[in-house]
């Protein structure tokens, strides 16, 4: 096992997980895992075992997703396991009981078609309320490895992925993560206001082979939009009024087909 010059040993990979390289050893094995996601798999159950043995001593500090500093070796478990940890699909639970209000934005399509999409917006409605308020881990990696979340996410998915720049509507990227729902690995990208305010974009494949125009739900906590192209498919969800979220999903989709 190589990564240019140098050799990857198992050694050195307990030791990736372990935080016990140096910052240069710790992004070259970085480096290899994103090449060899068979392995990071496999790295993904070690960081499992450290995550473990951290719940017994919350003494012990886990930061997010940052780049490691150059106090790595004096803190072992926070770089590596927070990265392996954002290579995880994490299974988001679709809530009993929830309905989809709203209903006669949805333009006539085949009833197979409005339950997929129906589905679809519930999962992302459902991800959205269980990430957008998590205070300590919102996302498994942050915007600062923005390039390291695009190449992991588009290989899980499938699909080449892009992260929309909000700017222009008031929104940075927080980060994002990979999610299972009910047709799939799915992309989730978490963007913020300076008031605090989160909403999320979720991308995942969907070979339909046509467009889809615009479709409104509201489930009584948040509003979301979906769309889809010939090959993906998308619901916008945020706690914000309809028109400023329709506003950022022709952002969201004038920047994606403009590429």
Avoid: C
């Avoid at 480096?31 to 951290?54: G, K, V, Y």
């Avoid at 290579?87 to 949805?106: E, H, K, P, Q």
């Avoid at 720049?165 to 989730?188: C, H, I, K, T």
């Avoid at 509003?223 to 950022?248: C, H, K, M």
């Amino acid at each position: 096992m190589t990564n240019g010059s140098k050799t990857i040993t198992d050694d050195m990979l307990h030791a990736f997980v372990d935080g016990h390289l140096s910052d240069a050893d710790m992004a070259h094995v970085e480096s290899w895992l994103n090449a060899n996601p068979d392995r990071a798999e496999e790295i993904m159950d070690w960081a499992e075992q450290n995550r473990s043995i951290e719940a017994l001593f919350p003494e012990v500090p886990v930061n997010s997703v940052e780049a490691p500093s150059a106090n790595t070796n004096a803190a072992p478990l926070r770089y590596a396991a927070q990265f392996v940890a954002g290579l995880a699909v994490l299974a988001v639970g679709i809530f009993a009981g929830w309905t989809l209000r709203d209903s006669n934005d949805i333009a006539q399509l085949p009833t197979n078609d409005t339950e997929i999409i129906a589905a679809l917006v519930q999962d992302a409605l459902a991800a959205h309320v269980v990430y957008a308020v998590d205070p300590h881990r919102p996302v498994e990696i942050k915007a600062s490895q923005e390039a390291l979340l695009i190449r992991w996410l588009s290989n899980r998915v499938g699909a080449q992925m892009v992260a929309p720049n909000l700017e222009s509507s008031g929104f940075d990227l927080v980060g994002g993560r990979l999610l299972s729902v009910s047709e799939g690995p799915a992309a989730q990208f978490m963007y913020e206001n300076l008031a605090g305010t989160r909403i999320t974009l979720m991308v995942l494949q969907g070979n339909t082979g046509r467009m889809a125009e615009f479709q409104f739900e509201n489930d009584g906590e948040a509003n979301s939009f979906y769309w889809q192209d010939e090959t993906l498919r998308y619901a916008l969800v945020g706690d914000i009024p309809r028109g400023e979220l329709s506003e950022i999903a022709s952002n969201v989709f004038n920047q994606l087909t403009a590429g």
